[in-house]
């Protein structure tokens, strides 16, 4: 009797499939619990691996929730590939979709933000410039162009994410009040750190990211968010070395 | 089959420890910490941030085995060129002294299961497993070395004995051998053979390094005693046994201590890297 890795890999996520035959213990009877020491490695490191990943939904939703929710999810979605430090990409999505979870709408927001900074964590090196590299006329700032840190990231919001994020991972922190926040996320050294974004900075940055001037950028977004604050944006991305370079495209005179 | 200029394993014959990022600053500090240290492969396989700093700055300090987890060597479909890939990045610019995978599988259909599985000790299994070391080997450019895995169970299929499947891999492929006495140990007591027995069959000339490691003890639906390789606490005393039973007949080795769930303050793993040491002191030079 062959086990194929098919019949193996069937039984290893579904814990009510029987034990596949041609298993054995020592003396040659039915595997029974050994296999299950398998099961049970496969769904404790999964589980262990989505806490690691996602502690504020864990703490949002208890332990336990968390335990029965990463059953669920690693059944559904098991990693795609041996990096288990990206793994969850889908659970986003996958807590949007859950009927139970609909009451709290916030959920899948606060997942993208935890795996934007493990991405921003893994992501390359790079220096940022100066704090000064902006302290030119303004008529030269509004035609620089910008490249941003591998390790910046951009997480958008129709709820406080960054109340809700900061308020179950620092104590003493204010409870969210109702509203919309986007978070930046820079990386300084190595450890990335969310910070609110202000309101029209996630526009303005798409549109840099987009090769339009600083200028160009502000133009756009001003024209959605009135109340964009330039200074304010820039000074956060600057103290996280979230800038790496600055070109200035001076028109030919 | 390797070309033997690549069989370029520097691992001191010393004690490791696997590395894990909380003790970063005490291998610093410390004056005489360990001989080498052990990574997983898959944990510096990002972009860029504190794990390859990390691991940059160490590997100008210690002697650096990558220790691969999740390459599906024993797979029945074909390897992840990607990881396959990644790991030539890696070990092309760390340049450890070690590198090495184990004899199980662990991805199926594009999903990866985090838990090294069993296979059955059959010629299919060995003629994929051997055509799967010798692309890894072209592919990384030096030998990796293969390692036994724990057993909680058997293949009524199999039709070689592990040292036997072992020594034919290594004869085939010109792989060296991990040989991890924690497993041997627990598969020992889970299949009922004598680990001595287990030793005195295997290639021991083909061991390139050593790994010990803590396991848990359960029980089967027959009450008989099942071990599970958990990497959670210390190495048992018959486990430290069987090690002098190995260096007896292998002489000096490097043997690393592997510690992964329920990590302890670096002093208590670096207690056991000292008990490795007495070890290996006690054999004649
Ligand atoms: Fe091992």
Redesign the interface.
Known sequence: MSVSQTTFHEALLDPSAAVPDGLLDAEDRPAGRRFSVYRNNVAVSLTEAMHQAFPVITRLLGPQNMDGLAGIFLRKHPPSSPLMMFYGEEFPAFLAGMEQLSHIGYLADVARLELALRRSYHAADSQGVAPDALALPPEEIVLAKLEFAPSMRVVRSDWPLFSIWRFNSEEDAPKPAPGAEDVLITRPDYDPAPHLMPKGGADWIAHVQAGHTIGEAFEHTSAEFPEFDLGATLALLLQGGAITSVTIERLAT | MLDSSLRSNRLPAAPGVGYKPQHFDQILDHAHPVGWLEIHA??Y?????????QLRHLSEQFPISVHG????IG??GPL?P??LS?LKHLVGWLNPASFSEHLA???????????L??L?N?DETLARVCEHIDQVQETVGRQMLLENPSS??????STWSEPDFLREIARRTGCGLLLDVNNVFVSAT????SPQGYIDAYPLENVHEIHLGGHDE?E???G?P?L?DSHGREVVDPVWALLDYVLDRSGPKPVLIEWDTDVPEWPILRAEAERAQAALDRIPA
């Open positions: 898959e944990n396989m990002g972009d860029g941030g504190r794990p390859l700093a987890v999740g390459l599906s797979g029945e992840d990607d990881h990644r599988w662990s991805t199926h259909d594009s999903h990866f299961l985090n838990d599985l069993p059955p059959t909680y169970l058997a293949f009524e299929e889970n299949l009922e053979f359960d089967d639906d027959h008989r099942l599970i």
